[in-house]
């Protein structure tokens, strides 16, 4: 069983960039997809990015996110990365990343991924 840390959230201001990082802690890494999604306020939670195993052009992102956010992997890390620029104050939500088992094709729904992190809060002011 693989667990999930997210870290890097924090306060910055629109049009700020931030950098989350997911570890992941157990064996079996490369044998997922990643996804991330983010919680804010009295919303579900909605899909921000995913990326297969391997990286590379099979990568999802939400319409509201895509040519400011880039999602990555470093396998030998064992770890993921959100990297967020141009900041808008809707960013402002809890940050989740997931798990999705490789041979499952790649996913933007919440109910295809597991395990989760517990996520970082981010807030964006004007």
């Known amino acids: 069983q693989v667990s999930l840390v997210e870290s890097g959230g924090g306060l910055v201001q629109a049009g700020d960039s931030l950098s989350l990082s997911c570890a992941a802690f157990?064996?079996?890494?490369?044998?997922?997809?990643v996804g991330w999604f983010r919680q804010a306020p009295g919303k579900e939670r909605e899909f921000v990015a995913a990326?297969?195993?391997?990286?590379?052009?099979?990568?999802y992102y939400a319409d509201s996110v895509k040519d400011r956010f880039t999602i990555s992997r470093d396998n030998a890390k064992n770890t993921a990365y959100l990297q967020m620029s141009s900041l808008k104050p809707e960013d402002t939500a809890v940050y989740y990343c997931?798990?999705?088992?490789?041979?499952?094709?790649?996913?933007?729904?919440?109910?295809?991924?597991?395990?989760w992190g517990q996520g970082t809060q981010v807030t964006v002011s004007l």
């Open positions: 990326e297969s195993w391997s990286g590379g052009d099979d990568i």
């Open positions: 157990g064996r079996g890494f490369t044998s997922y997809g």
């Open positions: 997931a798990l999705r088992r490789a041979y499952y094709s790649l996913s933007t729904k919440e109910m295809d991924f597991g395990p």
